[in-house]
C-alpha cells in the first residue's frame, strides 16, 4: 500500500523545556507501550522484514502498526512478530480492502494479532461533503462485520479532511455520520495541524473516539515540514494531558520520509520516552 504527502501548515506551540520537566514520568511507567507506524522503516523492511523488526524492538518499541506486508502471510508475521517480542494492536488498509474480501482481511488481521483495521486515505473524487456521508454508510457496515471478529475499524486523517467544502468540513461530517461503536479515530497530529484543525477541540466535541494517535511533528520553518517528534513545534504535551478524555490507548512515533529511518524512530523514541502520558 502507497500513501502520499502533501504540503502542511503548523499549528501549535512549541514544547517548551519547561512542560517537558512537568510531563517527566516516561510512558512505559504510566502503562501505556510506545509503538511505531512501520511507514517509516518501509524500505528497510523490504529489505530485511525480520531483522527490521529485531532493531525495532532493540530500540525499546513494544507496539507496531503495519502499512503493508512485504509479501509475507499472515502466519510469517505473526512469527516475526513473536521473534522480536512485538505486539502489533493495528495495520493500515485500502479504502477497497472493506468491499469485496472484507471477510477475508478480517481474518488474516485475527491471524496476525491486530484489533484494529484502519483505512488511512481518501481518494480526491470522494472528498465532498456528500461523499464523506457515503463513505460513513460504508464505514458503518464494515465497522459492524469488523466487531463481529473482535477487530474495531478506523480512520485516519490528513489536513484534507478539514479543508471546509460548501460551508461542511468533511470530517466533521465524517464524525457526525460514523457510529462510534463502529468506527474509531486515529489523529494524526502532523495532518489536523496541517490542515488547521485543533486536537483538544476534537476531544471535547467527539470525547473517546480517537483510540489511536500518530505522534509526527512539524518543524518551525517556512516549509512546514515533518520532522522527528521533538524537534518540532507541535505541543505534545498541551495534548496528551487529554488523553483520557480522547480515548487514546496506542501511540504510535511516525515519519513519512526520514533521512535515516532507524535514527529517526530512536530520537523520536527517546523523546515521547519522557512524555507524560495518562494510562
Same mark, same amino acid.
Given at each position: 500500500m502507497h500513501r502520499r504527502a502533501f504540503l502542511s501548515a503548523l499549528a501549535g506551540a512549541a514544547a517548551g523545556a519547561a512542560a517537558l520537566r512537568r510531563a517527566a514520568a516516561a510512558v512505559a511507567r504510566e502503562g501505556r507501550p510506545i509503538g #511505531? *507506524? !512501520?511507514?517509516? #522503516?518501509? =524500505? @528497510? !523492511?523490504?529489505?530485511d522484514f525480520e531483522g527490521t523488526l529485531a532493531r525495532v524492538a532493540e530500540i525499546g518499541y513494544r507496539e507496531v502498526e503495519f502499512a503493508g506486508y512485504f509479501s509475507r502471510s499472515p502466519a510469517q508475521v505473526r512469527r516475526a512478530l513473536g521473534g522480536? %517480542? @512485538?505486539d502489533a494492536p493495528g495495520a493500515h488498509v485500502d479504502l477497497d480492502a472493506i468491499g469485496e474480501g472484507w471477510e477475508r482481511t478480517l481474518a488474516a488481521a485475527a491471524e496476525m494479532g491486530h484489533r484494529y483495521l484502519i483505512v488511512p486515505w481518501?481518494? =480526491?473524487v470522494q472528498r465532498t461533503p456528500a461523499g464523506y456521508r457515503r463513505l460513513a454508510e460504508r464505514f458503518n457496515r464494515a %465497522?459492524? *462485520?469488523a466487531r463481529r471478529t473482535g477487530i474495531r475499524f478506523g480512520f485516519h486523517n490528513h489536513d484534507y479532511d478539514f479543508a471546509p467544502v460548501g %460551508? =461542511? #468540513?468533511p470530517y466533521d461530517v465524517l464524525l457526525a455520520e460514523t457510529d462510534p461503536e463502529l468506527v474509531v479515530q486515529e489523529l494524526d497530529l502532523f495532518w489536523i495541524a496541517a490542515g488547521g484543525g485543533d486536537p483538544l477541540e476534537y476531544f471535547a466535541r467527539f470525547p473517546g473516539r480517537f483510540h489511536l494517535v500518530h505522534l509526527k511533528d512539524m518543524d518551525a520553518t517556512p516549509q512546514r515540514r515533518m520532522t522527528d517528534v521533538g524537534q518540532g513545534a507541535i505541543d505534545f504535551p498541551r495534548i496528551l494531558t487529554h488523553a483520557r478524555q480522547a480515548g487514546i490507548r496506542h501511540y504510535f512515533v511516525e515519519h513519512d520520509s526520514p533521512a535515516s529511518p532507524l535514527a529517526s524512530i530512536r530520537a523520536s523514541y527517546e523523546f515521547v520516552r519522557r512524555l507524560e502520558i495518562p494510562a
Open positions: #511505531v *507506524q !512501520l511507514y517509516t #522503516v518501509r =524500505e @528497510l !523492511l523490504a529489505r522480536a %517480542g @512485538l481518501i481518494p =480526491e %465497522g459492524e *462485520q %460551508g =461542511e #468540513v
